[in-house]
């Protein structure tokens, strides 16, 4: 009876142990198992901080190879002759300027603009018109070299070439030409129309037809009679932009001792009006067509 309580004894306690033994060695399975990832972790740390040991090595190597070639691109450019190649890419840009220049006369040479290649450049005419007479010509002799120059030219004094130079001729050949075209234009314009009517309409005026050079300023005087009444008019025409032909400010001043009736006021200001939208000497025809009869008995 003891001998089997004692073996029953000894069975649970067998029991115990294997229990015991098992939870151990799963804790010694888990400790290793931990022991390996920290292994394999630090293995992996290792071979990384050994890549970037190399990666550093190729850098730092990369990094003189770089200086070494920016050394030998130094000492190479000093051995060149000073401005070799920025005068070769100069040269680029002329000969690029030159057949643009080229393309330009071409493609507006029946709007007024011609030319010829010279040995320094090209030389450019203007050829000027107004209401469909061709009327003068200019002349620009350009250089082409950097800067650009102009070596000799026939425009008249008092139009701003050297602004309109100054403002497009290193930067905008064509803009330079067309704005030259414009200001030589509009004084031609303005020039034909008042030799017209000098020429045209002499009879007309009460006296000589006062103008400035640049013909941006014209003063006369006219009048007009009804029956045995005479009207006498003073016009005096303001060309405040240099690139039109008609005047930007008009007067028309009543020049006789009694006042204007409402009627003729009215008649003064359409002068204005005309003087205002249409060349200075279809405004003269026109008044011949409307049965208005100017005079120069004025004295």
Same mark, same amino acid.
């Given at each position: 009876?003891?001998?089997? #309580?004692?073996?029953?004894?000894?069975?649970?306690?067998? /029991?115990?142990?294997? =229990? $015991?033994?098992?939870?151990?060695?799963?804790?010694?399975?888990? &400790? $290793?198992?931990?022991?390996?990832?920290?292994? &394999? !972790?630090?293995?992996?740390?290792? +071979?990384?901080?050994?890549?970037?040991?190399?990666?550093? #090595? *190729?850098?730092?190597?990369?990094?003189?190879?770089?200086?070494?070639?920016?050394?030998? +691109?130094?000492?190479?450019? +000093?051995?060149?002759?000073?401005?070799?190649?920025?005068? @070769?890419?100069?040269?680029?840009?002329?000969?690029?300027?030159?057949?643009?220049?080229? !393309?330009?006369?071409?493609?507006?040479?029946?709007? /007024?603009?011609?030319?010829?290649?010279?040995?320094?450049?090209?030389?450019?005419?203007?050829?000027?018109?107004?209401? /469909?007479?061709?009327?003068?010509? %200019?002349?620009?002799?350009?250089?082409?070299?950097?800067?650009?120059? *102009?070596? $000799?030219?026939?425009?008249?004094?008092? @139009?701003?070439?050297?602004? @309109?130079? +100054?403002?497009?001729?290193?930067?905008?050949?064509? #803009?330079?030409?067309?704005?030259?075209?414009?200001?030589?234009? =509009?004084?031609?314009?303005?020039?034909?129309? =008042?030799?017209?009517?000098?020429?045209?309409?002499?009879?007309?005026?009460?006296?000589?037809?006062?103008?400035?050079?640049?013909?941006?300023?014209?003063?006369?005087? %006219?009048?007009?009679?009804?029956?045995?009444?005479?009207?006498?008019?003073?016009?005096?025409?303001? %060309?405040?932009?240099?690139?039109?032909?008609?005047?930007?400010?008009?007067?028309?001043?009543?020049?006789?001792?009694?006042?204007?009736?409402? !009627?003729?006021?009215? #008649?003064?200001?359409?002068?204005?009006?005309?003087?205002?939208?249409?060349?200075?000497?279809?405004?003269? =025809?026109?008044?011949?067509?409307?049965?208005?009869?100017?005079?120069?008995?004025?004295?």
């Amino acid at each position: 009876m003891e001998r089997a #309580h004692t073996i029953c004894q000894d069975g649970v306690s067998s /029991g115990g142990v294997l =229990a $015991h033994l098992e939870r151990l060695e799963a804790q010694v399975n888990k &400790s $290793h198992k931990k022991s390996e990832e920290l292994q &394999s !972790a630090q293995a992996e740390e290792s +071979a990384l901080e050994t890549k970037i040991h190399q990666l550093r #090595h *190729i850098r730092d190597k990369l990094r003189a190879e770089v200086k070494q070639r920016q050394a030998r +691109a130094n000492a190479s450019s +000093a051995n060149v002759e000073p401005d070799q190649t920025v005068e @070769i890419s100069e040269q680029d840009v002329l000969e690029r300027k030159q057949e643009n220049m080229k !393309a330009i006369l071409q493609a507006y040479h029946f709007t /007024g603009l011609s030319g010829k290649v010279t040995s320094r450049g090209v030389c450019v005419c203007i050829s000027t018109a107004f209401e /469909g007479n061709l009327l003068d010509s %200019y002349f620009v002799d350009l250089v082409i070299q950097k800067p650009l120059q *102009i070596h $000799h030219h026939s425009i008249p004094v008092f @139009i701003p070439l050297e602004k @309109i130079a +100054a403002k497009y001729l290193q930067t905008d050949i064509q #803009h330079f030409l067309f704005s030259l075209c414009e200001y030589l234009n =509009a004084y031609s314009g303005r020039k034909y129309q =008042a030799d017209q009517l000098q020429s045209d309409f002499a009879a007309l005026l009460t006296g000589p037809l006062q103008r400035n050079p640049l013909c941006n300023l014209l003063s006369f005087t %006219y009048k007009v009679d009804l029956g045995d009444r005479s009207f006498p008019f003073c016009a005096r025409l303001l %060309y405040k932009d240099l690139t039109r032909t008609l005047p930007t400010d008009v007067t028309v001043t009543y020049q006789g001792m009694e006042a204007l009736s409402t !009627a003729w006021e009215k #008649h003064r200001a359409s002068h204005e009006t005309l003087f205002c939208t249409v060349p200075l000497h279809r405004v003269f =025809a026109s008044f011949s067509r409307e049965g208005e009869k100017l005079d120069l008995s004025l004295s």
